[in-house]
């Protein structure tokens, strides 16, 4: 039997620690690989690797999600980190704030000013201007993912 899934390696840098996961890419959403209720991870790419050899996954690239210096001015950051944080908490069956329909103002500001040539055809970049109250939203985003990282990879 043929797996149609894609998995990548991803390393989580939080509280001046490293993680390695398993992000997997299917036709009907995208998860981490568990292992009981938890996510399975490894403490170096080296066994992530070993893992995927003895299970016959393909790795396809390899990411990583830095927790631990969040630049809100670089959007391209702050949505990826968002996305994955999504997508851990949804493995996980956590509530993440970020997924809350009242944040989704910010995470499209945030998108937009990515500048990707789908959203933005011109040459003038896009810098979005955030008010003292999205600011706030964004921290407490940003907080939210740095909690679930914690409940994810086992960290006091």
Known sequence: MSDNNEYYAVKIKIQQKNFFAI???TENGDFFLKK???ILFFPTSKELYKFCKMTSKKIES???FDFDSIDYNNCNIVIDLWNIT???ANTLNLFFVGDMDEMFIIYKKLL???NLPTLNSGNEKYIPKFSDTEINKLDKVVSNMKEIM???F???
């Open 36 to 38: 009981d209720n938890h």
């Open 62 to 64: 390899e990411t990583t």
């Open 112 to 114: 937009c000013g990515c």
């Open 23 to 25: 992000w997997v890419s």
């Open 150 to 152: 914690r409940i994810a």
């Open 86 to 88: 999504s997508d851990l």
């Open 154 to 156: 086992c960290i006091d």
